[in-house]
């Protein structure tokens, strides 16, 4: 059986991963922004499901996220060309920023039950769209930049789950999520750390303005621990989800990997605020 369930995981990554990499590179910033939507719309289905809403709140929260982007994508004065003016993309980012910086950390950390309607409705459409469309702004600016992105929520989710299988100790969040430690937290934050020390030599290609000093340096360190921080944040907040709904995954869209919101909990929250930061820090023409 587990043989049976390691080769769905990986026949699914051999499908999907190439597909996904061949849209990110090879569609232009309006039709990766539909074949992103596509994921994003099964996963406010999937969302609606862990809340507990019957089959008319799911389609009308899967119609709710569509259309905020279609709109988005789509408003003449919105202004979306090779992704959206700066101060909207701080307005939308922003909001889904401060939702994952601030009111899912209470959340999470009070323990508060999961409200079964409105509320919940609105948080899945903030995060999903912000989500949603940091995603196709970076794109924007450049495929090798949304990658750079995603590579701190992955290298964090590796370097947790060794850390925290030689090292942990101190469980993280046990009515929530057993298996993570504050250890494995540390392990994650110090090998994003060296990542980012990494990418620095890459930071005027990516748009930065100038050479970057200790200063900037050290500040950019400590943004990507900071993503790395969120993401697990919307790893763990996803779990609470899933544990109140008493299911063991969000769906099961994507044989060996359960649905799409167990492999995006992490992006989902960390999406905006490296997008957030792009439009604050970085020059909206980047090479490709």
């Known amino acids: ?72 994508l789509g408003l003449p004065v919105l202004g979306f060309a090779r992704g959206w003016p700066g101060h909207v993309a701080a307005a939308v980012c ?29 948080a ?6 912000g989500a949603w469309f940091a995603v196709v702004e970076l794109q924007a600016r450049s495929p090798w930049l949304i990658l750079a992105a995603m590579a701190v929520v992955w290298i964090a989710d590796t370097a947790a789950y060794f850390a925290g299988r030689r090292f942990g100790r101190r469980k993280l969040a046990p009515r929530v999520s057993p298996g993570k430690t504050w250890e494995g937290v540390y392990g994650a934050l110090a090998a994003v750390a060296l990542y ?11 748009g930065f303005d100038g050479a970057p000093g200790v200063s900037a340096t050290l500040a950019f360190v400590a943004f990507v621990m900071l993503l790395a921080a ?41 999406m905006p605020v490296a997008a957030l930061a792009a439009t ?6 980047v090479p490709g």
């Open 196 to 206: 980012a020390l990494a990418l620095v030599p890459f930071a005027r290609a990516a």
């Open 124 to 129: 899945g459409a903030v995060a999903l769209v």
């Open 280 to 285: 604050v820090w970085l020059a909206k023409a």
């Open 1 to 72: 059986m587990a043989m049976s369930s390691l080769a769905q995981r990986v026949a699914t990554a051999v499908v999907l991963v190439p597909l996904v990499l061949a849209a990110l590179f090879l569609l232009p910033p309006f039709g990766w922004g539909l074949f992103a939507l596509a994921f994003v719309a099964v996963a406010a289905h999937e969302w609606s499901r862990l809340a507990g809403y019957g089959a008319g709140g799911r389609w009308m929260l899967v119609a709710a996220v569509v259309a905020a982007a279609i709109a988005l």
């Open 94 to 122: 922003g909001l889904a920023a401060l939702f994952w910086l601030l009111v899912a950390p209470l959340w999470l950390a009070k323990g508060w039950p999961m409200p079964r309607r409105v509320a919940t409705g609105v």
């Open 230 to 270: 969120v993401s697990v944040v919307g790893d763990l907040y996803e779990s609470m989800l899933k544990r109140q709904a008493g299911a063991k995954d969000s769906g099961t869209l994507l044989p060996g990997h359960g649905g799409v919101l167990d492999r995006i909990d992490a992006l989902i929250a960390a």
